[in-house]
Structures are given as C-alpha cells and as structure tokens.
C-alpha cells in the first residue's frame, strides 16, 4: 500500500483550491493512477461549475455520506467518471443543495468514507471547504490526510484568513507543522515575497494563468493546459506531484475499478 494515499487541498476562500485539485488529479492520471477527487464546499458547489455539460442529477456526495453505511458499488453510483478521463472520478454537491439539504453526519461516518474512498482508487483528494468548521468532512480530511496543501494568496484577505483559522487546528492530531505551505493564483502585481515571509516556510507559488481562467469559465477544468503561457505552472504542478508522492515506493496500482463499474452499467460514462 502507499505511503500517502489522501491529500487534503486546504486554504483562504478563493486560493485555488478547487482548481489545485483538479490538476493534481490530472497529473497523478497521466501517470496511470486512478484518483477521486472529493467536493466538499456546500456554500457554492463545485460540481455544475467544474463539469457543467454532465448529467449528474442523481450524483451527490450528500446522498452517499446520508446513508448509514456505504459499499463501494454505492459509491461508485453516486460517482461521476470522466469520459475522457476514465482514471479520474469525481464526487461533490449538486447545484441547490446547501448544508441543510442532507441530515447531519457523524466524524465517524466522515472517517468511514475516507477509508473506503482509499481502498477504491490510488488517490483521494479532498478539496476542503474554507468554512471547515462547519463541513465535518472537510475537518476529518484535514486530520486523516497524509498530506495537507494550504493554499493562500499573496493578499491581506488571505493572512486574515489564516490568523483567524489556523488556533482552531492548533491541537496536535492536525499537525499544522506539516502543511505544505503554498501561495496560489499569484498575480506579477501582487507583493508575494512579502506575503511569502508573513506566511512561512512556503515551497510553492503557483502563478495565475489566462488560461486557467479561461477553462473555469468554460467548464474545462479537466482538460489539459496547452498555451505556453501556463508552461510554468504545469511544471510547478508537476514538481509538486512528484514530491507528494515520492514516498510511494511500490510500483503496483490498483485495477481501474471506474472503468470496470461502467462496463457493469454498460458503458455509460458521464
């Protein structure tokens, strides 16, 4: 089994964290290995705007952590599979539902799914709501992952942020000190090299890309970046890859159970 199976895409509103995911999906897919990658955020979901042309009506993550106990055939239901991507599957909240749509659900209810999500797929990536006080899989995500990005922006906004949300991690379980510190969609006016010592210990800064925009805006995010303005982030993305998973020192992956599972359905793909 690998060392690092869950990693948890935490940080102030508007960091990145969503689109961080989504390209850490993509690069551990084109290395063959099979990721699902979690929604978290109620207060906007992410699932109509990052995949607006699926049929995903039936296929909320809300649905699945409601029920009392899962199967991973019950998982994979609810789940939405890439058709052009089949190593990527995706599970979030579906456009209208809110925190109040769904019965609340127990941390070990959260703790549960997790462990099943990892016994599915190579990697689980969770893309943590910034309200995580009130998103129970989101604070369960934080404490159970094996690595955790905390995305800021070289902004005021997002060092408010963090002064206000990081004592409520402070108990040891969350081991804040091993984040990885990362400032994301920086912009060449944006005074980051400051922002960068307030913060700390940052490994990363993920620059802002047009054309990163551009697929937001069109529900593309899945997609591969092909301008040559985004050269330098697709590498900066893919050099952190590398160092999340650099203590993977097997060199098995799990079957495609996606793939399987639509062969079950009869090869429906979303």
């Not at 993509?26 to 699902?36: A, D, G, M, P």
């Not at 990052?50 to 296929?59: A, G, I, S």
């Not at 054309?211 to 900066?236: M, P, R, V």
């Amino acid at each position: 089994m690998s060392d690092n199976r869950i990693f948890a895409v935490w940080g102030s509103p508007s960091s990145g964290k969503t689109v961080t995911s989504i390209k850490i999906a993509l690069e551990l897919s084109f290395i063959k290995k099979n990721v699902i990658v979690v929604l978290c955020d109620t207060v906007s979901p992410d699932l109509i705007a990052v995949l607006p042309n699926c049929n995903t009506y039936d296929k909320s993550l809300g649905s699945v952590l409601s029920e009392a106990l899962n199967t991973q055939e019950q998982i994979l239901q609810k789940s939405v599979v890439l058709k052009h991507n089949p190593n990527i599957s995706v599970l979030g909240y579906l456009h209208g539902e809110n925190v109040f749509t769904y019965p609340q659900y127990s941390k070990e209810r959260a703790v549960d799914f997790l462990i099943l999500l990892s016994h599915l797929a190579d990697y689980v990536i969770v893309d943590c709501s910034s309200v995580f006080t009130s998103d129970i899989l989101s604070t369960v995500a934080l404490e159970m992952a094996d690595q955790v990005l905390r995305l800021g922006r070289a902004n005021l906004k997002s060092i408010s942020y963090f002064e206000s949300y990081l004592p409520v991690l402070a108990d040891r379980r969350f081991n804040t000190n091993k984040h990885i510190k990362i400032l994301s969609n920086v912009k060449n006016n944006e005074a980051h090299e400051k922002v960068k010592e307030v913060f700390g210990g940052v490994s990363s800064i993920i620059p802002y890309t047009e054309e990163i925009e551009e697929q937001y805006l069109s529900g593309e995010l899945f997609h591969q970046l092909k301008s040559k303005g985004s050269n330098q982030y697709k590498q900066i993305i893919k050099l952190l890859v590398s160092s999340l998973i650099e203590k993977d020192t097997t060199n098995t992956k799990k079957p495609n159970i996606f793939e399987s599972f639509i062969s079950r359905m009869g090869g429906k793909k979303m």
